[in-house]
């Protein structure tokens, strides 16, 4: 079955840091890929996506790059800010319009 | 306007109690979906309703029951509730469910079964 995967544990960095999630996914074909965003105590948000292989998706300062050959939608930011604080998803579409979610990634911006 | 609400935003109960969240979106959504997030984040799809016809129901125990009134509410009946259900419980909708129509996600509620 399809399936996302993003890397271990929390991420801590310092503001106006360089921030990189690691994401890749397993799927027959080719679905869309999303990154989601969870502000503490709020629902998720759509930060961005892409729809087809090499299709970059941006937003807020983020960027993910929809790689077929390595199979990875890895989300970055040039300069992390305090409000960036957040716990990431990265998922795929399947079938009936379903997410299928990695595990997250919380993200500790630090002054 | 809130797009997508639930009630309540926190519910705690003790084992064996019957308990419900609702859900209501104002955005004129089809398809609404009800996913379930565990204490360490991991989120996943529970069911999906599709103009009130249930399209989507994935392996979970049959004490939860969702119930869809109308297109634009999406309730979630849990019957005998047990320590594991504790967990966040998010109610999303999108415009349909056959195309790909981005998911618009509602607060959240904690579920604390002690």
């Known amino acids: 079955g399809n399936s996302v995967t993003q890397m271990e544990g929390p991420v801590t960095l310092s503001e106006e840091a360089f921030l990189t999630i690691n994401c890749t996914y397993t799927?027959?074909?080719?679905?869309?890929l999303f990154w989601y965003v969870q502000y503490p105590g709020e629902g998720l948000q759509l930060l961005l996506k892409a729809t087809k292989a090499d299709d970059k998706g941006s937003n807020k300062g983020f960027e993910a790059t929809y790689r077929k050959e390595t199979t990875s939608f890895h989300l970055e930011k040039g300069s992390v800010q305090v409000s960036d604080s957040a716990v990431y998803f990265c998922a795929l579409r399947e079938g009936n319009n379903r997410l299928a979610f990695g595990k997250g990634n919380q993200v500790v911006v630090i002054p | 306007d809130t797009a997508v609400s639930q009630t309540p935003k926190y519910l705690v109960t003790q084992m064996g109690n019957d308990k419900s969240i609702k859900c209501e979106q104002n955005?004129?959504?089809?398809?609404m979906y009800w996913y379930k997030q565990d204490s360490k984040k991991f989120l996943k799809i529970m069911f999906s309703?599709?103009?009130?016809?249930?399209?989507i129901n994935e392996t979970v125990p049959n004490r939860f029951s969702p119930k869809s009134p109308d297109k634009a509410h999406l309730n979630l009946h849990i019957n005998s509730l047990e320590l594991g259900d504790s967990a966040v419980y998010f109610c999303?909708?999108?415009?349909?469910?056959?195309?790909?129509?981005?998911?618009?996600f509602g607060p959240g509620t904690r579920l604390t079964v002690t």
């Open positions: 309703y599709n103009n009130k016809e249930l399209i």
């Open positions: 799927a027959t074909g080719y679905p869309s």
């Open positions: 999303a909708s999108s415009q349909a469910s056959g195309r790909e129509y981005e998911q618009y």
């Open positions: 955005l004129g959504h089809d398809t």
